[in-house]
């Protein structure tokens, strides 16, 4: 048992000797990836080995290549979907963090005002505002009044705060449809490496029930020995 452990085969591809656990039957190669290994390797021995982490290698560009197939050439998002893939990292992360770093002052100011200005506290001011206006220039200074109806001056700063408040809430809208694709394009890299990791498992399941069906046959022909064996005693 101690011997079987300490056993090593050769991967094909990368040409390292490996224990047998970290190796993998060639027969057992879906022939999509065995076509793309063949390319590579032509002397490709059915009988041989491949170790895991030159199979997943070659996983990575069957993946890379069903996208092309489905999607056409590869943009810089789905390439990114293939190299997480490959590295197997996470696309997955705080958008926020992410569009807040890039974030200028200018931006973070035009930000609040934006906000402030959608507030009730910014109706509740405004209305303070020229309600204080209007009576002091309708009864406290009735005699000399700096802005006598019909408020010419009031309309006139109402004006230019309506002039410079529209580009600011233009400019926190556009940064808000910044933010919602980023959020987009996150999700399809998301929903798309999904798709493709749900294949290749397909291709892993397929892998393991052909693993377990050997060791069964295997099992079974040492039952069917044990079996002849009593059967010859027996006579």
């Given amino acids: 048992m101690r011997a079987s452990k300490n056993q090593t085969g050769t991967c094909q591809v990368c040409q ?13 190669v879906r022939h999509n990836i065995l076509n793309l290994i063949q390319q590579d390797f032509p002397q490709w021995n059915p009988e041989g080995a491949i170790c895991y982490s030159c199979l997943n290698r070659y996983r990575t560009a069957y993946v890379g290549k069903l996208m092309e197939d489905d999607l056409g050439e590869l943009d810089a998002i789905e390439q990114e979907v293939v190299d997480s893939f490959q590295q197997n990292s996470l696309l997955s992360e705080n958008l926020n963090e992410e569009y807040e770093k890039t974030l200028t002052s200018g931006d973070r100011i035009a930000d609040k005002v934006a906000a402030f200005g959608g507030s009730w506290s910014f109706i509740l001011w405004a209305t303070g505002v020229l309600g ?4 002091l220039n309708s009864v406290i200074l009735l005699s000399r009044p700096f802005d006598p109806y019909p408020y010419i001056l009031l309309n006139l700063v109402l004006s230019m705060l309506a002039a410079l408040q529209a580009p600011v809430i233009m ?31 397909n291709e892993k399941v397929d892998q393991l029930l052909h693993h377990q069906l050997q060791r069964f046959m295997k099992v079974q022909e040492i039952q069917m020995e044990m079996l002849e064996e009593l059967h010859d005693r027996s006579e």
């Fill in 171 to 201: 400019m926190s809208q556009n940064r808000q449809e910044a933010r919602d694709r980023m959020r987009a394009e996150n999700d399809y890299q998301i929903n798309l490496k999904a798709e493709m990791e749900i294949r290749v498992l």
């Fill in 16 to 28: 390292q000797q490996k224990p047998l656990s970290k190796l993998l039957p060639a027969s057992t």
């Fill in 132 to 135: 204080a206006w209007i009576i």
